[in-house]
């Protein structure tokens, strides 16, 4: 079965992102001051679309084209419209609604006709010469299971050898949330409109969408005027968050960073912590841990102050702390409870990660100088509700937590999520599968906290460690591949992303 091609690391995409009821008055109120039609819009996502078939693909001499009912299907006809007078061969298939088709989709098909296109049925034996499908099933309004016959033409089109272009999102993709409740469109390709939907950003969509790619249809100077509710961020907004530093500064003037944790059996997690807290530019550092732990540390990492974990250490750490750390090895028993309830009243911006996340579900509190950085196990223990939920809408998910427990918060995953109380929202469209291993959560935890402390708000200092993280990690893949990435790889060349200023031939 043919997969998805990988998804891109670096790409250049706009950074606002709208949920599809928003893009729908966009369509409107955009082509309205362009004084322009709707027709017109669709006219130009399927010139768009085409043009970018005949980039990727231009020996194709046979394209099947797939439409749905509704205006996504539109855009699929006039594609092909386009490529049969070009001199491409093209086979279309169309699934009939019950209800009538748009008004600009109508228009589309009957252009089609009128070129002399025909338009088949979906059980048609499907030709097998072909070397390009254009998906244009279903499009941003699916909110349920794909159903026969959409079902049974996204099925084949994934078994079928020709690379897939998916016109806005892959058909069964949710365009909202990035959830997949059926069959969806493996595509190699997707060529979004008007504007990024979140269902391409998080969730499952680095299964489906392939290389997204983006056309604003003559909308970019319109769509400037408009505040996008959600902000997809990536290396590019480093330097904006991270000017170069004074010639003058010196290590009082960078943050001093208290991290807590590690227990017995766990030192490695609160040394990554701590290293990467180094690594992104803290001045100073101290780690406050079980005692068996202070030699390896020490040993692994002697830039770091080390000390044991006491409650006059733990005192004298919280007046001197301009950011603390809690959580990576704290373990859940009452070694780290006991400083979880000494950290918590403290009116310092902080970080909870790992068990500090867990303690805190058992005993919930609301807090707006935090920053939580759950994935989404310990998000469903935030909410007591389940992985599958959580995964189920994400964007949901954060906003909850958000409104339950204050602050900051990161739900990791692919297409990592921020939002605040302020009603902030950013994805980081950054990273990649090779993260996907223990200890990368304790190193983002100490990337963030090292931000914050160097004076970043909590929610900026969440963004910009996201991405330094994930572009880090980005950087390792391109060059080794995602197999075998390891957590501490990252401390190689996190100096490039907090560093933004430094033009590096290794990006």
Request: proline share 5%.
């Amino acid at each position: 079965m043919k997969q998805s091609a990988q998804h891109p690391f670096h790409r250049a995409l706009p950074g606002p992102v709208w949920p599809v009821e928003q893009i729908k008055r966009l369509e409107r109120e955009g082509a309205d001051a362009l004084g322009i039609s709707l027709f017109e819009l669709m006219q130009r996502a399927g010139e768009a679309a085409f043009s970018q078939l005949r980039e990727r693909w231009p020996r194709a001499r046979h394209c099947l084209v797939l439409c749905g009912a509704g205006n996504n299907g539109g855009d699929g006809y006039i594609v092909a419209r386009l490529a049969q007078a070009s001199g491409i061969a093209v086979t279309l298939i169309a699934v009939e609604g019950k209800h009538p088709l748009p008004e600009e989709a109508r228009q589309a098909r009957q252009a089609w006709l009128a070129a002399g296109g025909v338009i088949h049925d979906p059980a048609i034996v499907w030709p097998g010469s072909v070397d390009i499908i254009v998906d244009a099933l279903l499009g941003t309004g699916l909110q349920q299971v794909p159903v026969t016959p959409y079902a049974e033409l996204i099925e084949k089109a994934n078994q079928h050898p020709a690379a897939i272009l998916a016109l806005d999102i892959p058909s069964g993709l949710v365009a909202d949330n990035g959830t997949v409740p059926g069959k969806a469109i493996m595509a190699q390709f997707t060529l979004t409109f008007v504007a990024l939907k979140p269902g391409l950003l998080t969730g499952k969509a680095r299964d489906y969408t392939g290389q997204l790619d983006y056309h604003a249809l003559g909308l970019e100077s319109w769509l400037e005027t408009q505040s996008a509710p959600i902000e997809r961020i990536d290396a590019g907004q480093l330097a904006g968050w991270l000017p170069p530093r004074r010639a003058t500064s010196h290590k009082g003037n960078h943050g001093r960073l208290l991290a807590v944790g590690g227990d017995q059996g766990t030192a490695g997690a609160i040394r990554m912590t701590a290293e990467a807290a180094l690594r992104c530019g803290s001045g100073t550092v101290r780690v406050l841990t079980h005692k068996e732990n202070i030699a390896p540390l020490l040993a692994a990492r002697p830039e770091l102050m080390v000390q044991e974990m006491t409650a006059d250490s733990l005192t004298n750490g919280l007046e001197w702390a301009d950011m603390i750390v809690i959580g990576p090895g704290l373990g859940q028993g009452s070694w780290g409870k006991q400083a979880l309830r000494k950290i918590e009243n403290s009116q310092k911006p902080m970080l909870w990660d790992a068990d500090a996340i867990n303690l805190l579900a058992i005993s919930p509190d609301k807090r707006q100088n935090r920053i939580l950085t759950p994935h989404p196990g310990e998000a469903a223990r935030l909410l007591n509700t389940s992985v599958s939920e959580i995964e189920s809408d994400r964007l949901h998910a954060v906003k909850l937590l958000v409104k339950r427990y204050g602050g900051v918060v990161v739900l990791k995953g692919a297409g990592t999520l921020i939002a605040d109380n302020q009603g902030a929202l950013a994805v980081a469209d950054v990273g990649n599968a090779g993260m996907a291993t223990g200890g990368m959560g304790d190193v983002l935890s100490g990337i963030i906290g090292s931000l914050a402390g160097q004076g970043l708000s909590l929610f900026r200092a969440a963004c910009a460690g996201c991405v330094v993280h994930g572009a880090a990690a980005d950087v390792l893949a391109t060059r080794y591949g995602t197999r075998g990435m390891l957590a501490t790889d990252l401390f190689t060349e996190l100096y490039l992303f907090v560093n933004p200023e430094i033009s590096n031939t290794n990006q």
